[in-house]
């Protein structure tokens, strides 16, 4: 598990509702989306694997002191699939009446393939507590940039798409779909993501989640602005290689004919190769404009190209260097 997730679920299971139905919500949530249902000597027995210890605990907890079930636990050691241990935790007396309590069987006890009609109707003070419960039992939340969101695997299709209509609720815009093999319910919306945070309860998370978002915006706005600093850097530099070079050949293919302000316009030009066309301005004696400067170039060079064209030569863009890319 990351750190932001582990951050979410420290901060979500330490909420404690004081309202018996919140409570139940929540740990109907858990069993429906971390749970299973299992025979065991004929028997039912319903059973929670988790990753994430203080939930595993808390579940044991509220199924003693909510409901007066006794529990089993076990973990998992990590294996070469998984880099993380397992929870287990399992009620084998009294199974099927929790499965029933619970909602994970109806009263024919068919496995119910979305979520309970009661978790699904739930008064909006219990929302909360049934997301909550989700994301405890199969939640994660990855860090701020291109791929961001909260993710929540689904047991089935159904019971994704109550999510996503819980979620609405909230006023949380979410998605439902299959990646990678399996139903999720997806939130990718920045401030839905900080929202639903808010929501369930993981305030110190929300807060964690929002400076990391807050530090990537910044660093991305400064890699583009210095990304777009070097990119007119770079097509200055061209430019004024290219402007350079069909100077220096307007004034071999003129030599004498070169009038004498035009001949100082380009002597500036060569003699400044670096800077900018105020620049050139500002070390002419007297002073020029910006315009007058280009224009003065511009008029150079049209003279020079005219002249070969004539001769039937190569003109002034036939020293430009074959890298030049002038967009």
Not at 266 to 283: F, V
């Amino acid at each position: 598990m990351d750190e932001l997730t582990s951050a979410v679920k420290n901060d979500l299971v330490a909420a404690a509702p004081e309202k018996q139905s919140t409570r139940l919500a929540e740990l109907s949530s858990i069993l429906r989306f971390a749970g299973g249902l299992h025979r065991i000597s004929g028997a039912v027995a319903v059973e929670v694997e988790l990753d994430h210890l203080e939930t595993a605990k808390k579940v044991r907890r509220e199924l003693r002191d909510l409901l007066g079930f006794a529990t089993d636990a076990a973990v998992m050691q990590p294996t070469a699939q998984r880099s993380h241990p397992l929870y287990i935790v399992r009620v084998r007396k009294g199974g099927e009446i929790l499965a029933r309590q619970t909602g994970l069987i109806d009263m024919r006890q068919r496995p119910v393939r979305g979520l309970p009609n009661r978790l699904t109707t739930s008064p909006i003070e219990d929302v909360a507590a049934i997301w909550r419960g989700a994301f405890l039992a199969k939640g994660s939340l990855s860090e701020p940039g291109r791929s961001s969101a909260i993710e929540l695997v689904s047991p089935t299709a159904e019971a994704a798409i109550a999510m996503v209509g819980l979620a609405a609720r909230l006023g949380v815009s979410a998605k439902a779909r299959e990646v990678r093999m399996a139903q999720r319910v997806i939130i990718r919306e920045p401030d839905a993501m900080s929202q639903l945070l808010r929501e369930m309860g993981a305030n110190d998370a929300m807060g964690l989640w929002e400076e990391l978002r807050a530090k990537r915006e910044v660093r991305a706005n400064a890699n583009r602005l210095v990304n777009f600093d070097d990119a007119n850097l770079r097509r200055s530099a061209q430019a004024a290689v290219a402007a350079c070079a069909r100077v220096e050949r307007a004034l071999e293919l003129l030599g004498d004919e070169v009038p004498d302000h035009l001949l100082y316009a380009g002597q500036l030009r060569l003699e400044h190769r670096d800077a900018s066309l105020d620049e050139l301005g500002h070390h002419a004696d007297p002073p020029l404009t910006k315009d007058a400067v280009a224009g003065r170039i511009r008029r150079l060079l049209a003279m020079a190209d005219k002249k070969a064209e004539d001769l039937g030569v190569p003109d002034t863009m036939a020293s430009v260097p074959s890298d030049y890319a002038p967009f």
